[in-house]
């Protein structure tokens, strides 16, 4: 065994860029050259990154391009040059591959619980001091029909619901009370799942033109937590059986593919479970069709008025009566039978939303959309920017991972020797 030599290797970390300068040995019976202790070091060509550099340029990434997550890079590490943006985003995606694997594995173990993510409760607006007064009084009193200024009649209809349902007659009325009846909002029921899925539309780098990401929540009384990726729906039969509800109910727009791979997909064996349109886009779509039938703006908005009325009590059938009525007099006939077969197919996830209203339960979606807000558009629907399949679900993965409060987990399982 002689020496041959030396041979620099280069590290990134977190302090910035270092230069190790190793012996070079070679076997005179072998006659191989080699660098002792090489084997265990991770795969390099002549530099390491370690990860807690890796970290920094993914948190980077995980929120900004990557053009100024190198100069910010740079100023952190005191060395301009120390990586590139395409250096970046390389680490991006090869770290977002690894993450994507494993919250496949978390959720995947059986031994690993779902560690839903708490939710601030709802906060509406604070009640001045007056209107406080004004609630307390009209709550004790008789007149039921009385609503107080600056509360709207709906609103104070469920709040009268739910101070006679919670509360003994003419018990005090303490700032507490107020507060949650101040606060009343949509809420899982003891034992309930419910799950809210979508998908969300990013320019694609090649054709076709647009990328699609899969989105979800998985909502409890413990709390939230988001799904992300191309096996969303398998992740969902995974943590349905790993949470055990006692109900799951699925709000969602009504695509086909939730109809089918969710609801009587994976959860075909599970008995009490409800699937609900969500009513945004029931009136989105009600409004879209009912514009090409309609004759005129002013006709429009009253027959949607008195569908929306109808539907919102889940009164389907006069519903449909109502459409029909239109036939004779209708300027499209084929988007009248359209709007007719989408709400026919769709009767058994058309609820009474009056009743969920009253009774705190949700009506929507919009959890979902906020999830597509925080693990998407925040990131990947800026002006100009254009995605592939392996970058983009590399930042989807990181803000999952960041949401469900699993980044600092996920990056401690790593060793970082710098």
């Known amino acids: ?29 072998c006659h191989i050259s080699f660098i002792p202790i090489n084997s265990i070091l991770p795969e390099h060509n002549g530099r390491i990154v370690l990860p807690g550099f890796e970290e920094l340029a ?23 040059t120390i990586i590139s943006d395409h250096g970046i985003e390389n680490i991006a995606m ?15 173990r059986a031994d690993c619980p779902v560690d839903f993510v708490p939710r601030n409760p709802r906060r509406g607006t604070a009640w001045p001091e007056d209107l406080k007064e004004s609630v307390k009084d009209l709550l004790q009193g008789t007149d039921a029909d009385q609503v107080p200024e600056g509360i709207s009649w709906y609103d104070w209809k469920r709040i009268r619901q739910q101070y006679n ?45 647009y990328l699609q990401h899969l989105t979800g929540a998985l909502l409890t009384s413990d709390g939230i937590y988001y799904l992300s990726g191309e096996n969303l729906v398998q992740s969902i039969d995974t943590l349905v059986a790993k949470i055990d509800p006692q ?29 609900i349109l969500d009513w945004y886009h029931l009136q989105k779509k009600c409004k879209e069709l009912l514009s090409m039938v309609c004759n005129g703006k002013a006709h429009k908005n009253e027959v949607f008025s008195s569908l929306m009325l109808k539907l919102w009590h889940g009164n389907l059938v006069d519903g449909l009566e109502l459409l029909h009525s239109l036939r004779d007099t ?52 800026n ?9 983009g679900d590399a930042l989807l993965a990181f803000k999952t991972l960041q949401f469900n409060d699993q980044w600092d987990r996920y990056w401690s399982t790593l060793a970082d020797i710098a």
């Open 330 to 381: 209708c300027r499209n006939e084929a988007k009248l039978d359209e709007l007719i077969a989408y709400l026919t197919k769709r009767s058994d996830s058309i609820p009474n939303y009056h009743e969920r209203r009253m009774n705190c339960l949700y009506n929507g979606s919009a959890i979902v959309e906020k999830a597509n807000d925080l693990l998407v558009a925040h990131r990947q629907k």
């Open 165 to 209: 349902a919670r509360y003994t007659p003419l018990e005090m009325i303490d700032d507490a009370v107020l507060n949650e009846l101040s606060e009343l909002g949509p809420k899982p029921q003891p034992g309930e799942l419910l799950i809210f899925v979508d998908e969300i539309l990013v320019n694609n780098w090649n054709e076709p033109k």
């Open 94 to 108: 090869q770290r977002g591959e690894d993450v994507r694997q494993y919250l496949k594995e978390q959720e995947s």
């Open 1 to 29: 065994m002689i020496r041959n030599g030396f041979r620099n290797l280069s590290l990134l970390s977190r302090s910035g860029s270092f230069t190790l300068t190793r012996q070079r040995l070679y076997c005179t019976d």
């Open 383 to 391: 002006t100009s920017m254009k995605w592939t399949r392996r970058g």
């Open 58 to 80: 993914c948190l980077l990434a995980n929120d900004i391009p990557y053009a100024p997550a190198k100069r910010l890079l740079g100023f952190f590490c005191d060395d301009e």
């Open 247 to 275: 109900s799951i109910t699925v709000i969602a727009d009504g695509a086909k593919w939730i109809t089918k791979q969710i609801y009587h997909g994976v959860l075909k064996d599970f008995e009490n479970k409800r699937l």
